[in-house]
Structures are given as C-alpha cells and as structure tokens.
T-cell receptor, first 113, second 118 residues
Framework: EAGVTQSPTHLIKTRGQQATLRCSPI?????VYWYQQALGLGLQFLLW???????NRGNFPPRFSGRQFPNYSSELNVNALELEDSALYLC????????????FGDGTRLSIL | AQKVTQAQTEISVVEKEDVTLDCVYE???????LFWYKQPPSGELVFLIR??????QNEISGRYSWNFQKSTSSFNFTITASQVVDSAVYFC???????????????FGQGTILTVHP
C-alpha cells in the first residue's frame, strides 16, 4: 500500500512569491491534514480537509490556504511568501475520524530566499 | 487548550542501553487519544502507537513499551536494548475526541532527540 506522497520534495522561492504544495493521501483515506514544522517552533497544525471541505484551520494568516479535490488529494497554497515561511510542510491522511492515526508523508522543504 | 510537554530535549545513550522518553500532557477533556511518532532524519513522521484515554493498559511491541498513567497525565515510551537505528526525534501528541477549535488537530510536544551510539 502506497503511503502519503508529497511533491515537490524541495521548493525554493523568493519573498513575495506564491508556493503550491501537493499531497496524495493513502488510498481510502478521506481526511488530509497539513502541518508546518519550522525550526524552533515544533509541529504546528495548519489545515484539515475532509470530504472536500475545510474542517478546521490553525492559527495561521489567510495567505495560507488550500483545497481538497474529489480524489481526496490536496493542495496547500501560500501567498506573499515571507522569510519565516521557510519550513518543512508535512501532509498527513487518515480515515476521517479523529481517533484514527494520522499517517504522514515525507514533507516538502520550502525555502524562502 | 491542550498541551504536551516532553521535558527531555536530547538523550544520548550507548547501544543496548534501555531509554525512557517522558511525555506529560494537559487537557480538560475526558475523552482523548495519545500518540507517539518517530521522525528519522528523512523527515517522515512514523506512527508508533495510539492510546485512548479509557485504556490504561500498558503495551509492549517488541523492544518498545508504553506506560500510560492517567493519574499523572503521563504517557512514557521505553526502548529496551536500544539500537543505532532507533536514533531519531520522537514526538508525543494528543488529540481531543470532540469538536471546537482543536477539532482534528494533533497537539505535539516539542520532541526528544534520541541518539544511540554504537
């Protein structure tokens, strides 16, 4: 069974640009979660999508947004990039119940120059 | 609000030593789930175990064991006879089984960096 896949592995952008990160969940999983792992800040919850709907979002500005497609894959978009957006962005998927474990991908390393 | 504390920032041991990683949590909920994840240098978070708040039975899986004590709000993780391949960052996390602003959100501890030397 294929795990959660994320692309690209690395992404280099400059300040003010826009970034799009992609995530394909484990087959059969309907929920996709996004987390930011910035140096010194730990893992911070960004967004949760389930069945195409945004269910919850963390304490991040509106320039962080995303969507979930009918095939349950997801995109995370970050507009007007700032230096502090440099981080590892991790996507996770689960069966949709909060009791179910979230299974993570390898992440996308976003670097802002 | 939920909070997870992993007081040990870094632990260094020699192969074959036993090591315990501490996790203490805070929540006002009566129903919640606790998790441990391993993050090797590759970056992927690997799920290790889930425990629900009503199940205080300890669990053993090979060299790994977990001790959940609701009375002290702790969920500690022990690796017996550690190996170099156990070197990684280990995260303890909590999720509430209810709605609200934390719905669906895993609250992670800051992680413990474990280094096992040969």
């Amino acid at each position: 069974e294929a795990g959660v896949t994320q692309s690209p592995t690395h992404l280099i952008k400059t300040r003010g640009q826009q970034a799009t990160l992609r995530c394909s969940p484990i087959s059969g999983h309907t929920s996709v979660y996004w987390y930011q792992q910035a140096l010194g800040l730990g893992l911070q919850f960004l967004l949760w999508y389930d069945e195409g709907e945004e269910r919850n979002r963390g304490n991040f500005p509106p320039r962080f947004s995303g969507r979930q497609f009918p095939n349950y894959s997801s995109e995370l978009n970050v507009n007007a990039l700032e230096l502090e957006d440099s981080a590892l962005y991790l996507c996770a998927s689960s069966l949709g119940l909060v009791s179910q474990p979230q299974h993570f991908g390898d992440g996308t390393r976003l670097s802002i120059l | 609000a939920q909070k997870v504390t992993q007081a040990q920032t870094e632990i260094s041991v020699v192969e074959k030593e036993d090591v315990t990683l501490d996790c203490v949590y805070e929540t006002r909920d009566t129903t919640y789930y606790l998790f441990w994840y391993k993050q090797p240098p590759s970056g992927e978070l690997v799920f290790l175990i889930r425990r629900n708040s009503f199940d205080e039975q300890n669990e053993i899986s090979g060299r790994y064991s977990w001790n959940f004590q609701k009375s002290t709000s702790s969920f500690n993780f022990t690796i017996t006879a550690s190996q170099v391949v156990d070197s990684a960052v280990y995260f303890c996390a909590l999720i509430r089984n209810a709605g609200g602003t934390s719905y669906g959100k895993l609250t992670f501890g800051q992680g413990t960096i474990l280094t096992v030397h040969p």
